[in-house]
């Protein structure tokens, strides 16, 4: 079995798989989405807000509101998920690494 394995392969990270894809960038802007997505849901059940009460309240529309929270959905802004993290109480931070 250890022949099979590539040398210079073991103990390399994901990160470095992906770059080596060419896909790390796209990866983790999808990751971050669907974790952002599942937040935002997550706080609205614990708030107990609706969808339609959720879109009135950032005055948008149901199915933008859809967008926002489908994780394959990415052309999200950062205005929009701000707003959304005000109306349930909580705050978007984004930071550089």
Not at 3 to 29: H, M, P
Not at 56 to 73: G, H, I, M
């Amino acid at each position: 079995m250890a022949d099979n394995i590539e040398r210079g392969s073991v103990g390399s990270s994901f990160d470095d798989f992906l770059k080596e894809q060419g896909t790390l960038e796209e990866t983790t802007a999808q990751a971050i989405k669907r974790v952002l997505a599942y937040q935002l849901a997550e706080a609205m059940k614990e708030k107990r807000i609706s969808k339609v009460e959720m879109a009135r309240k950032l005055a948008t529309s149901r199915s933008q509101l859809d967008r926002l929270l489908d994780p394959e959905q990415d052309g999200v802004t950062l205005g929009t998920l701000s707003r959304a993290a005000e109306v349930l109480g909580r705050k978007l931070t984004v930071n550089l690494q």
